[in-house]
Structures are given as structure tokens and as C-alpha cells.
């Protein structure tokens, strides 16, 4: 395996570690964390973008990167309109005033509507920017990776825990077409019915429908050899659940203890390290105890170290800025100043844009002909569609 | 390879048992067909091979179930994923993972198998099966047939010596089907496994197997060859009818034999012509025009014209994803319309509200079931009379009449297939609509359920409704509809009377079409009718 550390060297198309995309994520969300500079925030919105257009599949979750874009353009929306509804009279530079609703005496303290002054939308639209761009971090970390290959990567022990989230990854989207399906139904009816009675007529066949699927699903599992146990006794069965719930049950009492500080010493950290050790000792144990192999499994290689690395360089940079020039960080509100954009930051943000050239592309699936001889069975499966 | 030693199963509840003293014996290799009417027991039996029955559908189980010397009464179904590979009847509720690969890879993770065994397992199921393209797709965007090959190859990748189907084709579309059976009949013919298969289209499978399985419905199992048991089954495919009233020796199991033995049929059917099924139509009851459905990027229907006379049944047909569904539902006016308009009476039930929709327009959607939610068939009847404004008792008077003897206090989801398929329609006649629309209604039905509905829907148009039919189901074309109109791609590829459209069709053919072709003869009952009129002056 070659692999050419140049930005010219084009990687060969495969999957990518899905621990390295969100890792690098991550590092990204922090970077959004330490600052309120819209410039810096809108660069690492943009980094984010570039990066899952170069570098996301076809598959239906690397089409959901635009969902996570919209509920955080509804985020900052939201922030600005709580400022505006709720907002205090804070800064000089009014823009308009509203009609100030006149409360109670016991809600003295908060005022609706009144005056609106440019510093209150600004921090509103700051923070809100903030939060929509760590929000959109996660997002384009789901998009580039793929969720259940994510959890496929748990240890051993949590296999049991991974399966099902992956088949409630899987019901949701199922549970929702059927819904769209039977409210569809309801209109051929002609129900008019509103309220509980209407409810009830959805209701009714989409859990039944749902309990139809989980079963026949259990028993699909079943006959595929989910959970074969082969010759393991069942005394050390027994054991492994017995050492993962008293140990996790150890870990909580831990946790109590060392975060209430009444409770006596020994119920803190040596109780939460205690616990851990058991419930540790249990999960080797029965991961030991599983029969169960990987097949492809995600290796770690060095277009992985890249995707990781460039995260990790833009957080320690963005970390060496806060110690030594956190100025441009955190524009000032009050006197309103227009936000600053300084080297250091910069470089570091636009570090994070590495994986758009250095991570290996992925491989899409084949196929390129849009009109192959399936037709997309569900509706608005979008499968073929060109990237970027 | 099986064995059952004096099996008998009784549900939790039912009277009687669902299997009775069955004892069995299926070497290896053998393809064999279980038969029967619905809800006889072929799911039971097939589901007790590797003991998902009792152990997933509570009863009690008498006797012994082994596969390759192990029984099912020591170990879990897990236990058997080497052994017996399961592919149920609805294969995307079989489906644990989301992508082909992963899928196909999925029984050998839990086998334990090595990394490099899996990546050449894979690999060679892929080709096997012909799905070497959809690998990296996922499985929600499959089609019927693609989907079914996928869960075919599921099971197949653990190298197992017992293949247990449970209806693979019931819902593909007749190209799609046979892509299926030929991947069955090639791991039969190369690799030896043992295929156990369940199917109410016995038509398509009856030719290729070794033996065949036939449930009576009192619990107990015919067991023989194909042949000699097809001569008094009640199951039996039109080429089998056809046989059976030609006197032909022995029974001709596929259209290659009958056709070989139909020369003097043939030439005695000369002197007649078919009778036609219905009266001719009348006027206009639907136009539509320039309609275009689109979902997402996809177009389901494109610009496409459509008239639908009075007392007309159509057919619908064409490959699974070819738009049949979108049309219907963009007809009713309650699934989405992009542009075009349609017109009944000089209403666009698009346009109007559900309830006048509904009196325009009667739909039964693909899964019927969606539409009812109460605890009782006389609580749906009471319903739908409120719904549609018509005095109480209509909808139980037109149940009668479809359905005759459903007890009113019976649950809704206890109503076999055919009697649900009733309830659904008699709810959606109450509104007395002069257009009806039905999406698959024969998915589930056994040939007498079919021949029944076939009645059903003859009446219908002679009461002088427009009847639409979207079906996979050939024999059931032949048998009940007027005019076929034929979709590929969201437009109409072809369009007339039944017998021009289907007979020169080689994938929509009816059996007994191919055997008497180039003669328009469409069923067995046309024949009967034919020679029938010949015998009175003899």
C-alpha cells in the first residue's frame, strides 16, 4: 500500500474511518466552540461544506448534510426572534422599537417586545451562529460517515447495544413512511374525522404495522444466527451479566458520590473506579464469550491519520489563539465594532479543509446510469444522483 | 436431509391443529413444492424446519423436526443458520443491515467465518445471483425482484444445505420471477441444496420440481409427484386444467408439454371463437390527460392520456417500479399529481375534497389492510356508512354480497386475504363510486379466492362501473379484464383488448395462451364454454 502524503498524490476511493471523520468533526466543533466571530464561524461552516461535498457518498444519510443546515439557519432565526421578543433594552444603536406589551406585576423583569437595538440582534445572531455551526460539524460528520459503520466499530461486549440502535436507525425511517402511507389511506376514507379519533385511525395500523416488522425482523435475525451462543455454559452467562450490571450500578454510585460532596469519601472515586473495573471485567468476558467476526472491517491507515490530524492541528491552533491573541475571538458588542479576522485562526480553520484533497474519496455506488433497471422502490430514495 | 416424524402443531387458542401427524422424509437435492390453499399451514410447516415455529409463534409441537440429524426441539433457530437458510415472504422485513454487501455478509458475521472466507463468499453469491451491480446499493432503493435475489443470496453465503422459501415470487412481476426461480434452480441443479419452496402461484414453480408437498387444509400432507397429485389438487394451474379437460396422459406440467399434446385441441378449438368476457363498454366515465406524477427527481408518470368507459375492466400492468401504483392514486386524486388533469363527471377529484373524491373515485390501495382500524368488521360497515352519507347497512349488504357469511363481530385482522380484500372494497363501494381502482388486490389470494374476486369484478362492471385493476398476475388478466394497458417508465406502451395485448406478449401471456397459440383462447373456462356448446348437438 502506497499512499502519497502530497496534495497531488490522488488517493485511491474507499471507505474511510468512520471514527476518523467524526473525530475530525469533533475537532472542528471545538474550534466553533471557542469563538462568536461570525467571519471565523461562517469560514468553519464553509470548511464543513467543501469537505462533505468532496468527500461524502451516495448513500441516503450523506444526503442529510442539508437537513442539519437548514435547523441551524432555523437556530439562528430562533435566537434573533427571542432577542427581538424577549430581548432587553441593552445597546444605544436602536434600530426600531416595537409596542411593548405591558405584563403583570408578577412577571416584573421581562419585557415583550420594545425597542430594538442593533447589539441585542447581533449577540442573538452571534450565539445562534455559534451553535448552528457545531451543529453542522455533527451534521457533516453523519454525512461523510456512515452512523451504523460507526457503531459496527464498537468493542465486542457492546455488540448487542450497537444492533439495536442500528435496527431503531433503521425503524425510524420505516416508521415514518408507513405513517405518510396510511395518512394517505385515510384521506381515500374521507375519515373527516379530527382530533383523538382521527389520531387512533393512524395509530392503529402503523403500530400494528410496526409490530409485524419487529417480529418478522427478530425472526429474519434469528435464522441468521443473531445471538448464537454455541457451547457456552450458561453459568458464564450468568456471570458476564451479572459483572456488567453490578459494576455499571457501581459506576452510578460513583458518580453520585464524587459529585455530591456530603456523601462519605469512599463512595466517591474509589466506588466509581471499582465499578468500572467490574463492569470492564464483564464486557471482556463476554466479548471473549461472542462468536462473531468483521467482515471488511474499517482499517486505520494513514488517509485515516490525515482526516484526524488536520482536526487535531486546527483545535490546537484555534487553542494556541485563545492563550495568546483571544482578542479577534470574541468581537466586542459594546462599543459595536466590526469583527476582526486575524492570522492564526485562519490558518487553523482552513487546516480542517485538508481531508477535502488528502482523504481518499469514496466509492460510490455503482451503477452511474441514473435509469438502471430498478426504479427506486421508495419515494424520494435518491439513488445515482451526482455529487456536488 | 429433513425429516418430520409425526409432527402435529396446534396454535396457542385454535381448535384444531395446523399440522396433523406429519411424517416426512426430503433427500438432498430435491426442489419441493409445498401447495395448498391459504392459510392451510405452509408458512407453519416451512417455519418448523429450522423451529422458528413454535419458538417464535407460541403452540404446542408434538413429534420430532430434524435437519441434517438435528433437532429442532434442542436447539434454537440460531443454531440452524448453517444448516437452513429462511428467506420470508415480504424480504425487505427480512433485512437486518442497509446495504447489499453488508447484507449478504451479515449470517457469515454470526458464523464466525474468516475475514477472507467472507470477502469470497461474497463475491461468488454476488455472481451467482447476477447482482454483482447493486453491491454498494442500498437495499431500500432495490426493486421486488432485486430485493428478493438479495435475501436469497442472505442465507445463501453461509453455505446452507436446506433452502426454505416462503412465496419468492408472490409479489414480483413475471420477468422478475423468473430471474428468481432460475437463481433457485441453478443452486438445485449445482450445488444440491435442498429447496423447500411455498408458493400460491404454483403455475410458475410446478414444472421445475421433484415433489410435491400438498396441505389439505385438515392438517395432514399429501406427498408425491408433481404429476399424479395435480390430477385432483385444488390447487391447480390453468396448464393443469387444461390437461385435466383435454385428458391428456399424464398431466402436463409446463406449457412446453401441454403445448406438445395440443395439436388436436387445437385443431378442434378451430371451428370456434372465444366468447367474449363482458359487454361491450359504454361511455366515458374518466378522462385523463397529460398527467405527470413526479416523486423527488423521479418521474413515476409521464404525460400520459387515459379514457375509462363505463362496464370496462382495464388491467394495469407492467414491471414492479413502472408507475402502476402512482397512476392509480393520482386517478383517485389523493396521491400527488404534478400536472395534468383528470375529469369525472367534470370534477377533477384532485381537486375536490376526499369525500367527494371518494364518491367519484373508489380506491383499494396495495396494502388494504391501512384502512382499517376498528375492532370489528359490523364497527368498519357502521363507519363507512357514516363516511359516505349512505343509510346504515349498505356497506354490510354490499360485504354480503362480495363476501357472503363474515361474522360481524370478527376482528378485521383475523379475516383471511380474501375476506379482507372484501371488507376493503365493500368500505370503499358504500360511497358508490362509478370508478374503481384496484392496486394488487390478488396478492395472497389462492386460485379460488381469484376466481371468486374475478366474479366480484365482472359484476362491478356490469353494474356499470369502470373497474381498474394494477396487477402482476397474468391468469388473473386473462380471466377478468377487458383491455390491458401496459406501462414502462410512467407511459403507456401498449393499450387494447385483452386478448391482442397479451397473446403476442411472451412475459404476459396466460398459460393457456402459449399452449394454444396463435388461437386468442385466454382461460380454461373459455374453452369449457366453447366445447360445451359443441357437445349439446352431438
Keep these: ?388 | 436431509m429433513i425429516r418430520f416424524d409425526e409432527v402435529t402443531f396446534t396454535y396457542p387458542g385454535a381448535g384444531r391443529p395446523a399440522l396433523r401427524d406429519v411424517g416426512l422424509h426430503i433427500a438432498e437435492g430435491e426442489l419441493c413444492l409445498v401447495t395448498g390453499r391459504t392459510g392451510v399451514g405452509k408458512s407453519t410447516l416451512l417455519g418448523a424446519v429450522n423451529g422458528l415455529v413454535p419458538r417464535f409463534t407460541g403452540g404446542r409441537l408434538h413429534g420430532r423436526v430434524s435437519v441434517a440429524g438435528q433437532s429442532t426441539e434442542n436447539f434454537p433457530p440460531q443454531e440452524f443458520a448453517h444448516l437452513v437458510g429462511v428467506v420470508g415472504q415480504d424480504p425487505l422485513a427480512g433485512f437486518v443491515t442497509d446495504t447489499v454487501e453488508e447484507e449478504l455478509a451479515y449470517g457469515m458475521e454470526q458464523l464466525r467465518l474468516r475475514p477472507e472466507v467472507m470477502r469470497k463468499r461474497v463475491e461468488e453469491t454476488l455472481d451467482l445471483l447476477g447482482i454483482a451491480e447493486l453491491r454498494r446499493r442500498a437495499l431500500r432503493t432495490l426493486s421486488g425482484g432485486q430485493q428478493q435475489r438479495v435475501a436469497i443470496g442472505s442465507v445463501l453465503t453461509t453455505h446452507p444445505r436446506v433452502l426454505v422459501l416462503d412465496e419468492p415470487t408472490s409479489a414480483l412481476d413475471p420477468t422478475a420471477a423468473e430471474d428468481v426461480l432460475a437463481a433457485i434452480i441453478r443452486l438445485v441443479h449445482d450445488l444440491g441444496t435442498t429447496v423447500l419452496v411455498a408458493e400460491h402461484r404454483v403455475e410458475r414453480v410446478v414444472q421445475y420440481a421433484d415433489r410435491l408437498l400438498h396441505l389439505d387444509g385438515d392438517g395432514g400432507v399429501r406427498d408425491g409427484h408433481p404429476a399424479d397429485l395435480m390430477a385432483d389438487s385444488d390447487v391447480a394451474p390453468p396448464v393443469v386444467r387444461l390437461g385435466r379437460l383435454a385428458g391428456w396422459r399424464p398431466l402436463p406440467l409446463s406449457v412446453r408439454d401441454a403445448r406438445r399434446r395440443a395439436g388436436e385441441l387445437r385443431a378442434r378449438l378451430a371451428a370456434h371463437t372465444p366468447a367474449p368476457a363482458g359487454a361491450a363498454p359504454g361511455a366515458v366515465r374518466l378522462t385523463a390527460r397529460r398527467v405527470t406524477v413526479a416523486h423527488g427527481p423521479t418521474i413515476a408518470v409521464r404525460e400520459l392520456d387515459l379514457d375509462l368507459r363505463r362496464g370496462e375492466v382495464t388491467a394495469l400492468m407492467g414491471r414492479n417500479g413502472s408507475g402502476k401504483s402512482s397512476l392509480l392514486w393520482a386517478l383517485q386524486g389523493s396521491g400527488p399529481r404534478r400536472s395534468g388533469t383528470v375529469d369525472v363527471a367534470g370534477t377533477d377529484p384532485g381537486t375536490a375534497s376526499a369525500r367527494t373524491a371518494r364518491s367519484l373515485v373508489g380506491l383499494v390501495p396495495q396494502t388494504a389492510s391501512d384502512l382499517l382500524y376498528l375492532e370489528t368488521v359490523a364497527a368498519e360497515c357502521a363507519q363507512s356508512d357514516r363516511e359516505s352519507t349512505a343509510p346504515p347497512g349498505t356497506c354490510r349488504a354490499l360485504l354480503d354480497s362480495l363476501a357472503p357469511g363474515i361474522p360481524g363481530t370478527r376482528h378485521p385482522r383475523d379475516l383471511s386475504e380474501g375476506q379482507k380484500l372484501a371488507l376493503v372494497l365493500a368500505v370503499q363501494l358504500a360511497a358508490a363510486p362509478g370508478v374503481v381502482l384496484l392496486d394488487e388486490p390478488t396478492r395472497g389470494l389462492d386460485y379460488h379466492a381469484k376466481r371468486r374476486f374475478t366474479d366480484v369484478v365482472r359484476e362491478l362492471a356490469a353494474q356499470g362501473r369502470s373497474v381498474v385493476v394494477a396487477t402482476h398476475d397474468v391468469e388473473f388478466v386473462a380471466g377478468a379484464a377487458d383491455r390491458v394497458v401496459v406501462l414502462a417508465e410512467g407511459e403507456i406502451v401498449a393499450d387494447g383488448p385483452t386478448a391482442e395485448v397479451v397473446v403476442s406478449s411472451p412475459a404476459f401471456a396466460p398459460q393457456v395462451a402459449k399452449v394454444l397459440a396463435p388461437q386468442p383462447w385466454l382461460t380454461v373456462e373459455q374453452i369449457v364454454r366453447a366445447l360445451a356448446t359443441e357437445e349439446v348437438p352431438t
Design chain 1, 1 to 388: 500500500m502506497t499512499y502519497r502524503l502530497l496534495p497531488f498524490g490522488r488517493p485511491l476511493p474507499r471507505t474511510v474511518h468512520p471514527g476518523a471523520w467524526w473525530l475530525w468533526a469533533l475537532c472542528l466543533a471545538t474550534c466553533a466552540g471557542r469563538t462568536t466571530n461570525p467571519l471565523l464561524l461562517i469560514m468553519i461552516l464553509a470548511v464543513c461544506g467543501y469537505v462533505v461535498v468532496r468527500r461524502r457518498g451516495d448513500a441516503p444519510w450523506a444526503l442529510a448534510f442539508r437537513m442539519y443546515v437548514l435547523l441551524g439557519a432555523f437556530i439562528v432565526t430562533m435566537r434573533v426572534v427571542f432577542r427581538i421578543v424577549f430581548g432587553g433594552g441593552q445597546g444605544e444603536h436602536i434600530l426600531f422599537t416595537l409596542p411593548q406589551l405591558p405584563l403583570p406585576e408578577w412577571a416584573a423583569g421581562i419585557r415583550l417586545f420594545g425597542p430594538v437595538a442593533a447589539e441585542q440582534l447581533l449577540g442573538g445572531c452571534y450565539d445562534g451562529l455559534r451553535l448552528a455551526t457545531m451543529l453542522v460539524c455533527v451534521g457533516a460528520a453523519n454525512a461523510l460517515a456512515n452512523p451504523k459503520r460507526m457503531l459496527k466499530t464498537l468493542p465486542g461486549a457492546l455488540y448487542e447495544i450497537g444492533t439495536a440502535v442500528v435496527v431503531a436507525l433503521t425503524f425510524a425511517p420505516q416508521l415514518v413512511e408507513s405513517v405518510l402511507r396510511v395518512r394517505r389511506a385515510r384521506r381515500l376514507r374521507a375519515g373527516g374525522q379530527k382530533g383523538l379519533r382521527a389520531l387512533r385511525g393512524i395509530l392503529v395500523p402503523v403500530l400494528e404495522d410496526a409490530l409485524n416488522r419487529s417480529l418478522a425482523l427478530a425472526a429474519a435475525m434469528a435464522s441468521h444466527g443473531y445471538g448464537r451462543t454455541g457451547r457456552t455454559a450458561p453459568g458464564a452467562r450468568l456471570l458476564t451479566g451479572f459483572l456488567v450490571i453490578t459494576g455499571l450500578l457501581g459506576v452510578c454510585a460513583g458518580l453520585y458520590g464524587v459529585m455530591d460532596a456530603a456523601s462519605p469519601r469512599y463512595l466517591g472515586a474509589p466506588m466509581l473506579l471499582a465499578g468500572l473495573a467490574v463492569a470492564t471485567t464483564g464486557f471482556l468476558l463476554g466479548g471473549r464469550r461472542l462468536r462473531r467476526t468483521r467482515y471488511r472491517p474499517d482499517r486505520w491507515r494513514p488517509g485515516e491519520a490525515v482526516v484526524v490530524g488536520s482536526g487535531l492541528l486546527a483545535a490546537a491552533l484555534m487553542s494556541v489563539t485563545t492563550k495568546v491573541n483571544a482578542a479577534h475571538l470574541y468581537p466586542s458588542l459594546n462599543p459595536l465594532t466590526w469583527p476582526e479576522v486575524s492570522l492564526l485562526p485562519t490558518v487553523a480553520i482552513l487546516l480542517g479543509a485538508l481531508p477535502a484533497w488528502l482523504a481518499p474519496p469514496p466509492e460510490l455506488a455503482a451503477e452511474p446510469a441514473p435509469h438502471g433497471t430498478a426504479a427506486p422502490a421508495a419515494t424520494g430514495a435518491r439513488v445515482g444522483e451526482p455529487v456536488a
